[in-house]
């Protein structure tokens, strides 16, 4: 562990926590945070070291969406607990109607 990294655990002390930010598209980040960090702090940050819209994003715990506002002690978060990150998809189309004039159709004439 480098002297950076090793002075920024006794700053923290005992009572850092260490919490992973997982994507559904496998990106990965990790935080170590006091108990009394706000999660909107949490969230700009993973925002900002992705370079992602902060509007494109849900943070889910245990299934629920996280709220800004509260405190890490507050949502319940523990050593190591990993909080879901869902990137909004873009693209993909929709369902599109079809009528049979926008079909194509091959026509086979055979044996003729």
């Given at each position: 562990?480098?002297?950076?990294?090793?002075?920024?655990?006794?700053?923290?002390?005992?009572?850092?926590?260490?919490?992973?930010?997982?994507?559904?598209?496998?990106?990965?980040?990790?935080?170590?945070?006091?108990?009394?960090?706000?999660?909107?702090?949490?969230?700009?940050?993973?925002?900002q070291r992705l370079k992602l819209n902060i509007d494109s994003v849900r943070f889910l715990f245990d299934g629920n969406r996280m709220n800004e506002g509260l405190l890490v002690s507050q949502a319940g978060l523990?050593?190591?607990?990993?909080?879901?990150?869902?990137?909004?998809?873009?693209?993909?189309?929709?369902?599109?109607?079809?009528?049979?004039?926008?079909?194509?159709?091959?026509?086979?004439?055979?044996?003729?």
């Amino acid at each position: 562990m480098c002297a950076r990294r090793m002075a920024q655990v006794r700053i923290m002390g005992e009572n850092a926590i260490r919490i992973k930010l997982m994507s559904n598209t496998g990106k990965e980040v990790q935080f170590q945070v006091k108990p009394t960090t706000k999660l909107g702090t949490i969230m700009h940050a993973y925002c900002q070291r992705l370079k992602l819209n902060i509007d494109s994003v849900r943070f889910l715990f245990d299934g629920n969406r996280m709220n800004e506002g509260l405190l890490v002690s507050q949502a319940g978060l523990e050593m190591d607990d990993i909080i879901d990150v869902q990137e909004a998809m873009e693209g993909g189309g929709g369902l599109q109607r079809r009528t049979a004039a926008s079909r194509d159709f091959s026509v086979c004439a055979c044996g003729e």
